[in-house]
């Protein structure tokens, strides 16, 4: 079945160039991807606010792009490097995990940080992560995009 939209193109209904079209895509793009974080913690099933054990910090951290509450966003990369865009600004830095298996950030010159990492599960999946800074005890909620 054709589609005629009011500037004369034509489209096949459904078709990805119709609005109800992309957006049946994005919501299938985004299904696929929390199949896709959901996946990387099949063999886990951890309970809503348990602490990330240290072996598993990097599988949790790199799982997947993390939107914080204040519309920034944080990609983890299995290389230690770490990007944060918040208001349009880049910023990069690092992260570890530290002799008493805590997570850890760097940014230059000279920010560091250390943090409780627990998960954040909501239907018995996990969503996000929560991170508790030990020294101020600041926290602040990601969840995977």
């Not at 005629?4 to 299938?28: C, D, M, W, Y």
């Not at 914080?68 to 865009?85: E, K, L, N, V």
């Not at 010159?109 to 996000?128: C, F, I, K, T």
Request: aromatic share 10%.
């Amino acid at each position: 079945m054709e589609q005629t939209l009011s500037h004369g193109i034509v489209f096949a209904a459904g078709s990805q160039k119709t609005p109800a079209g992309r957006h049946e895509q994005r919501n299938r793009q985004a299904r696929e991807k929390d199949r896709t974080v959901t996946r990387k913690f099949d063999n886990l099933h951890p309970e809503d606010g348990a602490i990330v054990p240290p072996e598993r910090i990097s599988t949790a951290v790199t799982a997947g792009r993390l939107a914080y509450g204040d519309g920034a966003i944080q990609t983890f990369h299995p290389d230690g490097s770490t990007s944060y865009r918040e208001a349009g600004r880049q910023t990069e830095g690092t992260w570890s995990v530290d002799g008493n298996g805590r997570f850890c950030s760097f940014w230059p010159p000279s920010y560091q940080a250390s943090y409780d990492l627990r998960w954040v599960v909501e239907g018995g999946a996990v969503v996000g992560l929560r991170f508790s800074d030990l020294s101020t005890g600041t926290c602040f909620e990601g969840r995977f995009q």
